[in-house]
């Protein structure tokens, strides 16, 4: 992945980590999985596969949060890492079309 599409991703995490910051990780997956299937007209069974991929990003996220400073270079990594995981599994499970649709999204909300 090259480092412009990397530097992407991790902002598109760090964003949606920041606007879902007081909520479960349930609930978090749950407003993105309806914010992808909104944008994407995704059908139930695609929605549900979204919250899937984006619960495990958030349990994950607060794990991190809980066991690592923040700042720290561990903690970037290990954030840095998540974000990367979770756009290429998006991107498998989207496509390259509709990530890339789901992505320009993102931009102009941005």
């Known amino acids: ?3 412009t599409k990397s530097l992407f991703a991790l902002l598109i995490f760090i964003s949606t980590t920041v606007v879902c ?8 997956a749950q407003k993105m999985a309806d914010e992808v299937a909104e944008v ?8 549900k596969g979204i919250y899937e991929i984006q619960l495990v990003r958030f ?6 949060n809980q066991n690592h400073q923040k700042g720290t270079d561990e903690y970037k990594t290990l954030r ?14 989207l496509g390259p079309d ?6 320009q999204y993102k931009q102009s909300k941005n």
């Open 1 to 3: 992945m090259s480092l």
């Open 21 to 28: 910051n007081a909520q479960s990780p349930e609930k978090k």
């Open 40 to 47: 994407l007209s995704l059908n139930e069974e695609d929605k």
């Open 59 to 64: 349990q994950e996220t607060r794990k991190i």
């Open 98 to 103: 509709r990530m890339k649709e789901w992505t």
């Open 80 to 93: 840095k890492e998540l974000g990367n995981n979770t756009f290429r599994e998006m991107k498998q499970f």
